[in-house]
């Protein structure tokens, strides 16, 4: 049974992740350049602080529906309670500032850091969902708080005037309210195990932001380092740079869950599941790379004009895309530290990792272009994989084969590099 649940988890996912793969070829030849930037780079910042906004509570939820259902019963009730009055205000003040005579700037901040709200919420149901094995609701959820308002925001813009920024948000409001609760909920509710519930949770607010930053910070960087031409660029350079991390992400909604329920029968029985199904997912990204990398040209020519830099997006996937296997040892270091909950590790490790990549590109994105971001990337993960296996005291139990593909991939990339430059 549970089987059908994880090809539902990663359906769910694999479907969010391919709205934009679809519809940015689409975009990109619909709406200017400059719209495009302020796009995905309005996304981006929504969903950077749904990280803030969600106080770490996804986390937290995960475990604590597996190894104690009655307090984490306790933090949902008390979710649901407060959930959707909050979610429909903010949507009436939204709907309202739309048509009131005051600076785009200012409504457009307000609409992203609503939007940043909603999702929130949205990952926190997610985890539920996604913890409780309620697979259908996770894939209507995953599906419809990020790839349904990037279709109907492609579709109003290609056959509309209505601007694609507005209608992107409001459609992204509307369907994660139907995700609210709006029952009124009687169960009490102890303030003292929420308080200290969600006191636990909060060094994943940092962990939680620093991932964000990891997938999207380069956007967000390159937008306010010099402008929403490069933001616009970089949004098609990362969409490929960070997709393979992003299936790890999605593989991820299934083996984590997996592995908690493997080590809470034994340690030792955890670390020889972990290991065998890093093994699995390291060779499957490493296939995945290897595609992306021999029809890059052709994918390219798929997603944009020539108005984008195309060359240098190339030469910046060529070489960094190869360190994306080392991801997997990541994860796996994550799985650990989750099981000890020894979530102070992650809230200190990954904003580092990621202060470091949105630094590199801030700083030298308009000094060296794009291939910044790309050497923000492999600093990133490399970073990331060395300190968590070092805090977390797990390097010993770790398969090495994930850095074995990762070695083999850059020797490729190399050769790949010298054959097309």
Do not use: C
Not at 38 to 50: E, G
Not at 62 to 79: C, G, H, M
Not at 95 to 123: C, D, K, N, Y
């Amino acid at each position: 049974m549970k089987s059908k649940h994880a090809f539902n988890y990663i359906l769910g996912s694999a479907s969010q992740a391919l709205f934009p793969i679809i519809l940015y070829p689409i975009l990109t030849r619909t709406i200017d350049k400059n719209h495009f930037g302020d796009l995905i780079t309005a996304i981006s910042i929504s969903t950077v602080l749904s990280y803030i906004f969600s106080l770490g509570l996804p986390a937290i939820i995960s475990r604590q529906i597996i190894f104690d259902r009655k307090n984490a019963e306790t933090l949902k009730n008390y979710i649901n309670q407060k959930s959707s009055v909050l979610l429909l205000l903010i949507f009436i003040i939204n709907f309202f500032i739309v048509f009131l005579p005051i600076s785009s700037t200012l409504r457009m901040t307000v609409l992203v850091v609503s939007g940043g709200i909603f999702l929130s919420f949205a990952q926190i149901k997610l985890s539920i969902f996604r913890s409780e094995y309620k697979s259908y609701l996770f894939i209507l959820l995953s599906i419809g708080a990020t790839g349904l308002p990037l279709l109907v925001a492609t579709i109003f813009s290609k056959y509309t005037k209505l601007d694609a920024f507005v209608v992107y948000f409001f459609a992204m409001y509307l369907i994660i309210l139907l995700f609210s609760n709006p029952k009124n909920n009687k169960t009490k509710t102890d303030s003292l195990k929420i308080k200290s519930l969600i006191k636990s949770s909060y060094p994943m607010v940092a962990h939680g932001v620093a991932i964000s930053l990891f997938q999207y910070g380069d956007k967000i960087a390159g937008y306010f380092g010099t402008n929403s031409l490069i933001a616009a660029e970089i949004g098609i350079l990362s969409l490929i740079l960070t997709g393979p991390v992003l299936l790890l992400s999605t593989l991820n909604n299934v083996w984590l869950p997996s592995s908690l329920e493997k080590y809470k029968e034994g340690k030792q029985v955890g670390i020889t599941y972990s290991n065998q199904i890093a093994n699995k997912i390291a060779l499957i990204i490493s296939g995945v790379v290897t595609s992306i990398l021999l029809l890059l040209s052709l994918i390219l020519k798929i997603y944009v004009s020539n108005e984008y830099d195309v060359i240098s997006i190339e030469k910046t996937l060529i070489v960094s895309l190869f360190i994306t296997p080392l991801y997997v040892i990541y994860l796996q270091n994550s799985h650990f530290i989750t099981v000890k909950k020894s979530f102070k590790i992650l809230g200190i490790i990954t904003p580092i990792t990621s202060a470091v990549q949105f630094f590199l590109t801030y700083v030298l994105v308009r000094n060296i272009g794009l291939v910044a971001v790309g050497y923000g990337f492999v600093v990133a993960i490399f970073l990331q994989v060395v300190l968590t296996s070092v805090f977390s005291k797990n390097i010993k139990n770790i398969s090495l084969l994930p850095l074995l593909y990762t070695l083999m991939l850059g020797i490729f990339s190399i050769f790949i590099y010298s054959f097309r430059f």
